[in-house]
C-alpha cells in the first residue's frame, strides 16, 4: 500500500482558481447572442474540462450555426477582462494553504486552457510560481481530455509513472482522463459552477472520493490505495 503520491496533477479551472462560473456565464451569454440559445448551467454540465476548440466544434455541429471567425478571440477575451476583475480572489478558496502543506510528492498543472490563460490566471493568484515551469497545456497534446494524453504527458514531463500519480479534477472530462491515464481521480465540487448531484457524477466515473473544500484535500490525499 502506499500513502504518498510520487506526482499530483491539478486541473486549473475550477480546482486552482473559481474561473468556470465566470467562463460559463459569459460564453453562454454571448453564444446566445448570435443564435445557440444555451445557459451557463449547461454549459458547465456538458462542457466543463473540455477545451473550447472541441466545445464549439460540438456546438457548431448540434446547432448548424457557423460561429464567426474571430468568435473565439472575442470569447476568450471577454472570459479573461470578467476574471481580471476578480484579482487574487480568483484563487480558489484554501488553495494556498493546501499548497503550503503538501510535502514528498511533485506538484503540476494540466490544463485544457490555453498558455497564456495558464500564465495569466495563475499569475494574478500568486500560483504561477508555485508550479512552473510544470503547467501543461492541452495545446501540447494531439487530444485533450477525456482523452488521457495530457496527464500522460504531465507524469513524463515531471518522471512520475502514470500509477504514482493523483490527479484532482472538478470535472467529468477530465476524471475520465485521469482514469484512462491510469491514474487515481478525486474530485472537487469546491467550484461556483458545480450543480446539486455534481459529485455523483465524478464518482460514476471513478473518481475515488471526492470534497468540497481544499482542507478536506489532505485527508483525502492520504487515503489508502490497493
Known sequence: MRNVESAIIFDCDGVLIDSERIASRVDAESLTT?????????????????SYRDMYAALEAETGIRLPDDYAARAHARVLAACDQEGAALAMPGI?????????????????????????????????????????????????????????LAAARVGA????????????????????????????????????????????????????HMDELAAALRRERP
Not at 108 to 123: E, F, K, N, Y
Not at 125 to 149: C, E, I, M, N
Not at 200 to 207: D, H, K, N, P, T
Open 34 to 50: 448570435i443564435g445557440i440559445k444555451i445557459t451557463a448551467a449547461a454549459l458547465a454540465h456538458r462542457f466543463s474540462g473540455v
Open 96 to 152: 494556498h494553504a493546501l499548497l503550503d502543506g503538501l510535502t514528498g510528492s511533485r506538484l503540476c498543472v494540466a490544463s485544457s486552457s490555453s498558455p497564456d490563460w495558464l500564465r495569466r490566471t495563475l499569475g494574478q493568484t500568486d500560483l504561477w510560481q508555485r508550479f512552473a515551469p510544470h503547467v501543461y497545456s492541452a495545446v501540447a497534446v494531439a487530444r485533450g481530455k477525456p482523452a488521457p494524453d495530457l496527464f500522460l
Open 161 to 212: 509513472a502514470p500509477v504514482d500519480c493523483v490527479v484532482i479534477e472538478d470535472s467529468v472530462a477530465g476524471v475520465q482522463a485521469a482514469r484512462a491515464a491510469g491514474m487515481r481521480a478525486l474530485g472537487f465540487c469546491g467550484g461556483g459552477h458545480c450543480q446539486p448531484g455534481h459529485d455523483r457524477r465524478l464518482l460514476a466515473e471513478g473518481a475515488e472520493a471526492v470534497f468540497t
